[in-house]
């Protein structure tokens, strides 16, 4: 067997692993795979395993590079203008490149415990006139870029790319979920406009909003499903397992029974309160970045949102006018495959080290692809 023909993607969540595998000349051809839900990181390696056997069969080819896709309660972004004076001539690729190198040392001087793994050029200032994208053949005498980076924790990562390295299987590249779901699902739903997506993790809570198809911002909130998990078990005195199976079957328990010790009100009371939380931080995070009167479309995303749905929303005057994309683990993998194939023109590629010989930058970019 070899690994030319699938390209593989693992989401490693906190609570669960999913994994898919694509082929790269045929992408109707594709094997997807997940863990069970999980709290215990002791026998991650061991979930990774059983994935990596479940898809090298079902796909035939040895899995020797993986992409991973990866979200994190400690992750963060943070923007960058930078401006140079040139002498006129034509603006160059390297010209660029020697200014988001600058700017990505700024980040990594200021954070060095976070490894970079997004860097967009939201906009390109030139001579006054705003470019979305890179502009061919222009002449230049001042320049300014908005560079926007996401970045992951370094120990986290290393953690991740040690896990897989003792299954003999190195990453390639590593890419932000929250991020590239939203970019995924906005195209596929056809969002324009201000557009904000709310992707409720199992410790974690990501915000990205978006005018058009800028980024505008990726808030990271500390609070996530877990949180809801741990209220039930205080409040009603039971273990995390049992309380987790009452917030994933909630409209169930909404039901009572006559062996049921807990009243389904409270369970909906506990529930709803850090719901309620969760969206009061949300929508700050949402009106602090649009600084306009025109409102926001909010998309929820994540395991965390499955526990609501269409029933709920008059319970939170804030999710009016949200829609709930219910996605699957196909939904997630093919978020990865479909971002490395087909990259947006503002996205700056970080090039992981190889074997063979490169120039300095190419060492460290790939634009515009």
């Known amino acids: 067997m070899n690994n030319k023909n699938f390209q593989t993607f693992f989401d490693c969540g906190t609570s669960k692993v999913r994994a ?3 082929n790269a000349n045929n992408s109707s051809e594709a094997f997807y795979a997940n863990s069970e839900f999980f709290t215990d990181q002791l026998d991650l390696e061991l979930k990774i395993q059983k994935i990596v056997t479940s898809l090298e069969k079902d796909s035939n080819e040895y899995i020797g590079n993986i992409s991973l896709i990866l979200d994190s309660s400690r992750m963060f972004s943070v923007g960058i203008s930078l401006s140079k004076k040139f002498d006129g001539s034509k603006l160059k690729n390297t010209n660029i490149q020697f200014m988001v190198q600058e700017a990505k040392q700024q980040i990594l001087k200021h954070y060095t415990n976070h490894n970079i793994v997004h860097i967009i050029i939201n906009n390109y200032k030139i001579d006054g006139n705003d470019y979305p994208y890179f502009p061919d053949e222009i002449k230049c005498d001042f320049i300014s870029l908005d560079i926007f980076f996401i970045c992951l924790p370094t120990d986290l990562v290393f953690y991740l790319k040690n896990t897989f390295s003792k299954l003999n299987i190195l990453v390639d590249q590593i890419i932000c ?3 590239v779901k939203s970019i995924n699902y906005r195209d596929n739903l056809n969002l324009s406009g201000n557009v904000s997506f709310i992707d409720i993790g199992f410790t974690k809570t990501s915000v990205i909003s978006y005018i058009d198809d800028k980024i505008l911002s990726l808030d990271v909130l500390p ?3 877990n949180h809801i998990t741990k209220d039930i078990s205080k409040i009603l005195e039971i273990d995390l397992k049992t309380s987790e199976q009452k917030k994933c079957n909630f409209d169930q328990n909404l039901i009572p029974t006559n062996n049921e010790d807990i009243l389904p009100d409270t369970l909906q009371k506990i ?3 850090r719901i309620e939380e969760i969206f009061e931080l949300c929508s700050k995070s949402i009106e602090s970045n649009f600084h306009t009167l025109v409102k926001s479309k909010i998309i929820l995303i994540g395991e965390g949102s ?3 749905n269409n029933q709920h929303k008059d319970k939170f005057p804030f999710l009016n006018d949200a829609h709930f994309f219910e996605e699957t683990s196909k939904d997630i993998c093919k978020s990865g ?5 087909g990259l947006n023109k503002q996205e700056v590629v970080v090039v992981p080290k190889k074997l063979t010989k490169h120039g300095f930058f190419e060492k460290f970019f790939h634009f515009f692809r």
């Open 271 to 273: 529930i709803f309160a």
């Open 306 to 308: 499955k526990i609501l």
């Open 223 to 225: 609070i996530g499903g």
């Open 20 to 22: 898919g595998t694509f």
């Open 177 to 179: 979920s929250s991020y």
């Open 337 to 341: 495959f479909k971002f490395i194939s």
